[in-house]
């Protein structure tokens, strides 16, 4: 959840800075969502397997320190919320 750029940046033998530009030029998009998209592909990656997790401990196992955050990263890039989300992959 405390993951920063600086940090990712220093994992990998590079300059935030570099990293920074690396994330635009070549995805077209900040740390930030990066990041968060990492995060919710995990968490439907959980939802998708494990029923026995509430969505408040998926959230805290993807690294989101808020449920309110958590819940609307999720639903701008899935375009449903978490519980939906899980409700269709058991369907299928």
């Known amino acids: 959840p405390n993951l920063k750029l600086n940090d990712l940046?220093?994992?990998?033998n590079i300059s935030g800075h570099q990293l920074s530009q690396l994330l635009n030029d070549n995805l077209d998009k900040n740390f930030?969502?990066?990041i968060n998209e990492y995060r919710i592909n995990e968490a439907c990656k959980i939802l998708s397997s494990e029923h026995n997790l509430t969505i408040e401990a998926i959230s805290d196992e993807v690294g989101f320190n808020s449920k309110s955050t958590?819940?609307?990263?999720?639903k701008k890039?899935?375009?449903?919320t978490p519980a939906l989300y899980q409700q269709s992959a058991i369907k299928i």
């Open 9 to 12: 940046a220093k994992e990998i």
């Open 32 to 34: 930030t969502l990066f």
């Open 70 to 74: 958590f819940f609307s990263v999720f």
């Open 77 to 80: 890039l899935k375009g449903t």
